[in-house]
């Protein structure tokens, strides 16, 4: 194998494709990044897999001889993210693959290629959707999802295909973040649920390409009317131009999370959300992990504290609009933060029942009456 390739593309491409790399692969070769040229030699694929999730990225080169090898794939990538702009140039001799980029040269042991796993192929593809507003809606719902390997249903986020609406769901159990989205479906009777691991989710939208589409593509089988999914297969696919990534689905029932939510408030405060953002900053720097952020809302106005007693102590005050009896409510302060900042508009609505139960936020819709595409559901803490 002997090719030329630009510096940027292809650190791009192998960053893509090294987000499948297991930091501690189960044997050795899931540790390396297969390079492959195409027949006619003007590509070059790249590939990651760990036997969970897979990727693969292509990118154009000018190429002298054909070839294929597996190479440390992390290694790789911190080469190439350092090698000087221009061209980088790679060639293999027998079980060596040197890379050079301007003055630099680096010379690195292949991994055995033989003993490299196929690939799974792509699911069925069931629609598209705009890479900008998946990536937007998946970065709003995922913090809300468990880091606790213990329940895997609660790593994943949901993702509900019913005709035209896609809802992306998450949560940890102490509090449930929603975003409803509009999607392009192959068949508009589409009504299928996929449990992604939401870390996987997250490192793929990090990489999709701006102001472009997303193919979507699940195991499915005909059910009837519409499409269903199939639990044998239990994978969904994304390509986004030259890039592509599989992952296996979780094999798990989500929870009903639409009755979760309140159908009526008994009070309401309109928040600008970058001034409430700050002042929870400031307040909880006193305030530990787990240690509650108290809020008391009346009037025009909600007062923060953190702290009491000997320990250090934070109050502020900010201007609200608020409608309801007066009430106090506390909350993890990094969970207050997560649902404030997935809020898109410069405001959000905070609904509120009992001091005890879940509150809501939600953006402030364009027009009134209005139903909010993003919400974001949160269990206070009780207050001594």
């Given at each position: 194998m002997k090719l030329r390739v630009d510096r940027d593309a292809f650190a791009e491409a192998v960053a893509w494709t090294a987000r499948a790399l297991p930091t501690r692969p189960a044997v050795p070769v899931l540790a390396g990044i297969r390079l492959e040229l195409s027949e006619d030699g003007s590509t070059l694929h790249l590939s990651g897999f760990d036997y969970e999730v897979s990727t693969r990225a292509s990118v154009h080169v000018l190429s002298e001889e054909s070839g294929a090898a597996l190479v440390p794939g992390r290694l790789l990538a911190e080469i190439v993210r350092n090698l000087p702009p221009g061209s980088v140039h790679i060639d293999t001799d027998g079980p060596r693959v040197r890379i050079s980029g301007g003055a630099a040269r680096f010379t690195l042991i292949t991994m055995p290629l033989e003993d490299y796993p196929s690939l799974p192929g792509m699911p069925g593809r069931i629609g598209s959707i705009s890479a900008d507003a998946f990536a937007t809606a998946v970065r709003q719902v995922t913090p809300a999802a468990s880091r606790d390997d213990t329940l895997p249903m609660l790593t994943g986020a949901y993702l509900d295909f019913?005709?035209?609406?896609?809802?992306?769901?998450?949560?940890?159990?102490?509090?449930?973040?929603?975003?409803?989205?509009?999607?392009?479906?192959?068949?508009?009777?589409?009504?299928?649920?996929?449990?992604?691991?939401?870390?996987?989710?997250?490192?793929?939208?990090?990489?999709?390409?701006?102001?472009?589409?997303?193919?979507?593509?699940?195991?499915?089988?005909?059910?009837?009317?519409?499409?269903?999914?199939?639990?044998?297969?239990?994978?969904?696919?994304?390509?986004?131009?030259?890039?592509?990534?599989?992952?296996?689905?979780?094999?798990?029932?989500?929870?009903?999370?639409?009755?979760?939510?309140?159908?009526?408030?008994?009070?309401?405060?309109?928040?600008?959300?970058?001034?409430?953002?700050?002042?929870?900053?400031?307040?909880?720097?006193?305030?530990?992990?787990?240690?509650?952020?108290?809020?008391?809302?009346?009037?025009?106005?909600?007062?923060?504290?953190?702290?009491?007693?000997?320990?250090?102590?934070?109050?502020?005050?900010?201007?609200?609009?608020?409608?309801?009896?007066?009430?106090?409510?506390?909350?993890?302060?990094?969970?207050?933060?997560?649902?404030?900042?997935?809020?898109?508009?410069?405001?959000?609505?905070?609904?509120?029942?009992?001091?005890?139960?879940?509150?809501?936020?939600?953006?402030?819709?364009?027009?009134?009456?209005?139903k909010p595409s993003f919400r974001y559901l949160v269990q206070p803490l009780r207050m001594p």
């Open positions: 019913r005709g035209d609406t896609l809802n992306v769901v998450a949560t940890d159990r102490y509090r449930i973040a929603v975003r409803e989205l509009w999607w392009n479906p192959d068949d508009q009777g589409v009504d299928v649920a996929a449990l992604v691991p939401a870390r996987t989710l997250g490192d793929t939208v990090r990489g999709l390409v701006t102001r472009s589409n997303v193919d979507i593509a699940l195991s499915t089988v005909s059910g009837g009317e519409g499409v269903g999914l199939s639990p044998a297969e239990g994978m969904i696919g994304f390509e986004n131009g030259e890039r592509r990534t599989t992952t296996r689905l979780i094999d798990s029932e989500f929870v009903k999370y639409a009755s979760w939510f309140p159908k009526e408030f008994a009070a309401r405060a309109e928040v600008a959300v970058a001034p409430l953002m700050e002042a929870v900053k400031r307040v909880a720097l006193v305030a530990d992990r787990n240690t509650p952020l108290r809020l008391a809302f009346s009037g025009d106005e909600v007062v923060l504290e953190a702290g009491s007693g000997d320990d250090a102590q934070a109050v502020e005050a900010i201007e609200v609009a608020y409608e309801g009896e007066p009430m106090r409510l506390a909350f993890r302060p990094d969970y207050l933060m997560d649902g404030l900042t997935a809020v898109e508009s410069d405001g959000a609505h905070l609904n509120f029942t009992e001091p005890t139960k879940p509150a809501v936020f939600t953006e402030v819709p364009a027009k009134e009456g209005e």
